[in-house]
Nanobody, 121 residues
Framework: QVQLVEAGGGLVQPGGSLRLSCAASGSIFSIYTMGWYRQAPGKRRDLVATISFSDGSTKYDDSVKGRFTISRDNAANTVYLQMNTLKPEDTADYYC??????????????WGQGTLVTVSS
């Protein structure tokens, strides 16, 4: 099995910064992509950013471009999301996602448990 463990959420004032991390573990053969999605109360879960573990290419939602940076540590099977200049509208549960191939030959789409980010004064 594959597990994702997220960390780094919390309360921050507008204009502040937070760094999220998500570590994948278990029966992993390779990771294709990892990313972050977020879901505000009463809204759907939307893409924030993704990164390819093969070539490092990234994709961002327009609302976070220039403020958020996604990065990865291939050796640690970990993805990070550096969030700067946070706004109240960034408040949401942030979910890590990983698209992985397992040792048993399966391809899985895994989700973390979510970490709450609250931007408020």
């Amino acid at each position: 099995q594959v597990q994702l463990v997220e960390a780094g959420g919390g309360l921050v004032q507008p204009g502040g910064s937070l760094r999220l991390s998500c570590a994948a573990s278990g029966s992993i053969f390779s990771i294709y992509t990892m990313g972050w999605y977020r879901q505000a109360p009463g809204k759907r879960r939307d893409l924030v950013a993704t990164i390819s573990f093969s070539d490092g290419s990234t994709k961002y939602d327009d609302s976070v471009k220039g403020r958020f940076t996604i990065s990865r540590d291939n050796a640690a099977n970990t993805v990070y999301l550096q969030m700067n200049t946070l706004k109240p509208e960034d408040t949401a549960d942030y979910y890590c996602n990983a698209h992985v191939a397992t040792m048993m030959g399966a391809v899985l789409d895994k989700w973390g448990q979510g970490t709450l980010v609250t931007v408020s004064s």
